[in-house]
C-alpha cells in the first residue's frame, strides 16, 4: 500500500517535533513514563466489565464484554519501552482489539517495569500471568497481542512455553517488534532519518549517534544480549503458533520484523508480514491514518478466513 497524503503529513510533522533541537528525547521520554506510571486510572468502558487480580507479584487485568460474541481470547502485552505499566491509553486499546475479534475476552498484562525491576521479572510476569489465563481459558482459543517490547515479551513468552512444554497460544501478533536489543540489524541505520520516533535529525550525523541508535537500554543492561528471552530475533522459531508482523519500512526496527519473518517461514509456520510504505514505528496506534485502518481491516479478515 502507497503512503497516503495524510500520514505523509502527520509523518512530517512528527518529524518535525521530535527531531526538533529543542527536544531532549530521552529525558521527555522517562519523564512522560513517571507520569503515566503515577497517573490514577480512570478506565470505565461502556459496554464491558474490568477486574483486576494479583498475579505473583504483578497484576493481571481482565476485560470482558456484557454481550461475549467471540471465543477467541486476546492476550495483551503492552509496550512502553520496559518502562510504562499498562496505562489508560492500553487499555483501551485492548477495548480496540475487543470489538476487533468480535467481543472477545482481553487479558491485560500489567507487568512490572523498570527501574523497579529488570530483565528477566517482566518476562516472568507475562509468562505466570499467561499460564494463570490458560487454566480457565483454552490455549488455542487465545491470541496474543503485542506491540514494540510488548511485542518482543509476546515472543520470547512463546519460546518460553515451548521450551517448558507449556500449551502455547493459537496466533501472535506483532506490531513493531522489537526483537534484538542490541538494535543491530540494517533498518537500525536505514532508517535512523526516518523514524520520527527513534530516529535522529538529518543534521547529526549517522556516526555520530551511533550510541543513541544502538542504545542499549537499561532494563538490559549487564545482560547478554544475545539471549534469546531478551533478543528473541536471535532465538529459535521452531513449532511456533501462526504469527503476523506488522512493520513500517520507516520504523528503526523494521529489520527485526524481517529477521523474525525469514526464521519462521524457514520453520514452516504460517506466518504473514504486513509491511507499509514509509510508515514508522507503532503508526496503528494512529486510527486516523489510513495505514492504520487497512492494517487492522487485513488482520480480521485473516482471522475471518481462518475460523
Known amino acids: 500500500m502507497r503512503q497516503s497524503v495524510i500520514s505523509k503529513i502527520v509523518t512530517s510533522a512528527l518529524c518535525m517535533v521530535y527531531h526538533s533541537k529543542y527536544e531532549k528525547s530521552a529525558t521527555r521520554s522517562n519523564a512522560l513514563a513517571n507520569k503515566s506510571n503515577n497517573k490514577k486510572s480512570h478506565f470505565y468502558p461502556i459496554g464491558f466489565r474490568t477486574e483486576r487480580v494479583k498475579c505473583g507479584e504483578c497484576y493481571l487485568e481482565k476485560i470482558t464484554p456484557n454481550r461475549n460474541a467471540s471465543k477467541k481470547v486476546i492476550f495483551h502485552i503492552h509496550g512502553g519501552s520496559f518502562k510504562v505499566k499498562l496505562t489508560d491509553f492500553y487499555r483501551r486499546e485492548s477495548v480496540y482489539y475487543s470489538r476487533l475479534f468480535n467481543n472477545a475476552t482481553v487479558y491485560n498484562v500489567d507487568y512490572r517495569v523498570y527501574p523497579d525491576v529488570r530483565f528477566p521479572i517482566p518476562l516472568d510476569d507475562v ?3 499467561y499460564l494463570s489465563v490458560i487454566k480457565n481459558e483454552n490455549a488455542n482459543d487465545i491470541v496474543v497481542i503485542g506491540d514494540s517490547c510488548g511485542a ?22 506483532l506490531f513493531s517488534f522489537w526483537g534484538d536489543l542490541s538494535n543491530s540489524g540494517w533498518s537500525y541505520k536505514e532508517n535512523c532519518y526516518r ?33 534469546p528471552y531478551l533478543s528473541p530475533c536471535f532465538g529459535s522459531f521452531a513449532n511456533f503458533p501462526r504469527t503476523i508482523l506488522v512493520s513500517g519500512s520507516a520504523d528503526l526496527s523494521q529489520s527485526d520484523s524481517f529477521t523474525a519473518y525469514e526464521k519462521l517461514k524457514s520453520e514452516d509456520v504460517e506466518t504473514y508480514l504486513f509491511d507499509y510504505e514509509n510508515m514508522f514505528h507503532d503508526f496503528q496506534m494512529l486510527r486516523l491514518l489510513p495505514e492504520s485502518r487497512n ?10 478466513d481462518c475460523r
Open 127 to 129: 509468562y505466570n500471568c
Open 152 to 173: 518482543n515479551m509476546a515472543v520470547s513468552l512463546c519460546m518460553k512455553l515451548r521450551d517448558t512444554a507449556k500449551p502455547l497460544p493459537n496466533s501472535v501478533v
Open 195 to 227: 523514524d520520527p520516533f527513534y530516529g535522529i535529525p538529518k543534521r547529526v550525523l549517522y556516526e555520530e549517534a551511533k550510541d543513541k541508535i544502538h542504545r542499549i537500554t537499561l532494563y538490559a543492561q549487564g545482560e547478554d544480549l544475545y539471549n
Open 295 to 304: 492494517v487492522f481491516k487485513r488482520i480480521k479478515k485473516l482471522f475471518s
